[in-house]
Nanobody
Framework: QVQLVESGGGLVQAGGSLRLSCATS????????MGWYRQAPGKERELVAS??????TYVDSVKGRFTISRDNAKNTVYLHMNSLKPGDTAVYYC?????????WGQGTQVTVSS
């Protein structure tokens, strides 16, 4: 069973920074598209950023503020979040996708106070 273990959420003031981490097994990390999703109360889950190899994508609302990166030696993907806004408040989920295999982390809460 593939596990995605997340860490790094918390409470931060607007304008602050956080880094989320997601560690998984080498077998899935080396081939999957790794992504970060978020879900705010009353809203649908949305894809924030993804990385395949070193190709990255971002939702427009985080471009220039968030950076997704990977450490192949640690089988870990990161989401560096800068200039955080109250609108970024959500539960953030790590995701791994490889053909019909889809895995989710347990979620980590990010709260940005104004």
């Amino acid at each position: 069973q593939v596990q995605l273990v997340e860490s790094g959420g918390g409470l931060v003031q607007a304008g602050g920074s956080l880094r989320l981490s997601c560690a998984t097994s080498a077998s899935i990390f080396s081939v999957a598209t790794m992504g970060w999703y978020r879900q705010a109360p009353g809203k649908e889950r949305e894809l924030v950023a993804s990385i395949l190899g070193y190709t990255t994508t971002y939702v427009d609302s985080v471009k220039g503020r968030f950076t997704i990166s990977r450490d192949n030696a640690k089988n870990t993907v990161y989401l560096h979040m800068n200039s955080l806004k109250p609108g970024d408040t959500a539960v953030y989920y790590c995701n791994a996708k490889y053909y019909n295999q889809v895995y989710w982390g347990q979620g980590t809460q990010v709260t940005v106070s104004s």
